[in-house]
C-alpha cells in the first residue's frame, strides 16, 4: 500500500529536528553556509536542495508589525504520484515504488540531468565531484522494515505523520472543507507528501502548479513537437549539420583531428 506524509504546518515550529534527522540517516555532510539576505527568509539556513541536504526549512516572515508572524516550511522530494523524474530518466535509474518513495539507482545515473528538468518542483540536484543527482529517498530502507523516515520519527509536534496515500488524502479533503489550504492533493496529479497550511502554499514558496501530470504536459509537448512534422524535422536535420560544421572549424583551430 502507498504509504503518504501528511505535514500540518499549522503544528511546526522550526526546530530543524527533520533536518538534522536526515543528515545523520543519510550519511550527509555539512556544508557552510550563511544566512539569507532575503528579509522574508532570513532565517532558511541553508537555503535550498543539495547534493549534501535532502531537506531543509524554509522561514518565510508574514505580514509587518503587530501582525507580523512566521510560517516554517520542510521542503524535500513530494515524491509524486506519477513523478515527470521517473518517466525522463533514459537509463530507469529513477524508480517509483509501490509503497510510494521514488528512489534511484546511483549505478545507473548517466548525469544526464533529464530528470532536473523534468522535475516541476526542482528537487534532484547534481553532484559534481560523482556526476550523479541526489534526492530524498522517503527513507524507502527504513518503509521497507516498517520504521518511519527519519525525519518523521524525529518531529517533536507531529507536523510530519506518516499513514497510507488513500488516509492522507481524506484528511486533506476535510481539511480543504474547512477552509484550510492544501498542497500535493490536486497539483500535478497529486504527491506522497500532503500539506495543510493556514495559508495558501504558493505565499509559502511553493510553485503553482495545475492537477495536471508531469507525464500528461510531456506527452502533450510531444503531440505539439510531432504536430510540426516536416518543419520540426527539417530544423533538427539543419542544427546538426551547423553542430557539426561548427564543431569540426573548432577542432581544426586548435589542431584537432
Known amino acids: 500500500m502507498p504509504k503518504a506524509v501528511l505535514v500540518d504546518l499549522r503544528r511546526c515550529i522550526g526546530c530543524r529536528a527533520c533536518q538534522v534527522a536526515c543528515k545523520r540517516w543519510n550519511d550527509r555532510e555539512a556544508t557552510a553556509t550563511q544566512l539569507n539576505t532575503d528579509p522574508d527568509l532570513e532565517w532558511t539556513n541553508p537555503r535550498e536542495l543539495s547534493p549534501q541536504t535532502y531537506t531543509y526549512m524554509r ?5 509587518t508589525g503587530e501582525s507580523l508572524r512566521w510560517s516554517f516550511v520542510k521542503v524535500q522530494c513530494n515524491h509524486c504520484i506519477d513523478p515527470g523524474c521517473v518517466n525522463a530518466c533514459p537509463t530507469t535509474a529513477l524508480i517509483k515504488n509501490e ?5 534511484y539507482r546511483k549505478e545507473l545515473c548517466i ?8 522535475c516541476p518542483f526542482g528537487v534532484p540536484t547534481f553532484d559534481e565531484e560523482n556526476r550523479i543527482i541526489e534526492k530524498c529517498t522517503f527513507c524507502s530502507e ?3 522494515e516498517g520504521l518511519e523516515p527519519a525525519c518523521v520519527q524525529a518531529c517533536p509536534t507531529d507536523t510530519l505523520r506518516l499513514m497510507s496515500l488513500e488516509e492522507a488524502r481524506a484528511i486533506a479533503v476535510q481539511a480543504e472543507a474547512k477552509g484550510l489550504h492544501t498542497y500535493g492533493l490536486h497539483e500535478v496529479g497529486g504527491t506522497s507528501w500532503i ?12 510553485p503553482e502548479h495545475t492537477a495536471k501530470t508531469p507525464a500528461g504536459y510531456q506527452a502533450d509537448l510531444l503531440a505539439k513537437v510531432v504536430g510540426t512534422g516536416v518543419f520540426v524535422g527539417a530544423a533538427i536535420v539543419a542544427g546538426v549539420k551547423l553542430y557539426a560544421q561548427r564543431r569540426e572549424a573548432v577542432a581544426r583551430a586548435e589542431g584537432g583531428e
Request: hydrophobic share 35%.
Open 99 to 103: 509503497d510510494g518513495s521514488v528512489t
Open 195 to 206: 500539506y495543510i497550511s493556514e495559508v495558501p502554499l504558493t505565499e509559502l514558496g511553493f
Open 111 to 118: 548525469g544526464c540531468g533529464y530528470c532536473i528538468n523534468a
Open 142 to 144: 527504513r518503509l521497507k
Open 59 to 63: 522561514f518565510v516572515k508574514l505580514g
